[in-house]
């Protein structure tokens, strides 16, 4: 996990710029979010600089927004304005918080680069109350398109971590396999499709 971390500490403001580019799906997405996060007690893991955390915190009752990266978190954290966002940093595979903590978990972008995807389910399942949701948007694959593949390499050149490439079927796919019952999902249009993926618990 350590080159994860220092590639994404090296890259913070980058980040951001690179994020820009794809406003208007984000401004979709945050859409989406805002109303399922209304009134209620939200676990953000992955918040990176904090832009999906700082988009929402006015529909939601209280946010604790997490990264694993510390640098991540300090720019998070400058231009903060609400008392009703907390950023932290944690390790997504071993949070904190007590058993069904959570009205809202949201991990954004994360579930493909970290290497075992399925713990971090594991974890989320347990601090997540029971008719509680999943909202995990992340960057799916165009299939097999050509231009899928040029960006694709081109981040790998870049040291951008990528662990899992699931096109967006095989994504939903890979979170009914791992106990999660997809409500809701979109794709949305940007420099790499965004699927976005709102999920509760499956019945055992």
């Known amino acids: 996990m350590q080159e994860h971390k220092d590639f ?9 710029r690179f994020m820009r580019k794809d406003r208007a799906a984000y401004d979709e997405m945050y859409e989406l979010i805002r109303s399922i996060v209304r009134h209620k007690t939200v676990l953000e893991l992955a918040t990176g600089t904090g832009l999906i955390a700082k988009h929402i915190v006015n529909a939601a009752a ?5 990264d694993a990266s510390a640098e ?8 903060n304005r609400s008392a009703k966002l907390h950023f932290s940093v944690q390790d997504m595979f071993r949070l904190p918080y007590a058993n069904q903590s959570f009205d809202v978990v949201i991990v954004s972008n994360a579930l493909h680069i970290v290497p075992q995807p399925e713990k971090a389910l594991q974890e989320i399942k347990r601090v997540l109350k029971d008719d509680g949701t999943l909202i995990a948007p992340t960057f799916t694959h165009a299939g097999n398109s050509f231009s899928g593949k040029v960006k694709a390499f081109f981040m790998k050149l870049a040291g ?3 662990h899992s490439r699931w096109t967006s079927a095989e994504y939903l796919r890979f979170l009914s396999q791992n106990g999660w019952t997809v409500r809701k999902s979109a794709v949305l249009k ?3 499709p965004l699927t976005y993926a709102e ?3 499956s019945e055992v």
């Open 8 to 16: 994404w500490d090296k890259n913070a403001g980058r980040y951001d």
């Open 62 to 66: 209280h946010i604790e927004a997490t």
């Open 160 to 162: 951008f971590p990528l």
């Open 72 to 79: 991540m978190i300090a720019e998070a954290k400058r231009d």
């Open 199 to 201: 999920c509760v618990k």
């Open 190 to 192: 940007a420099s790499f």
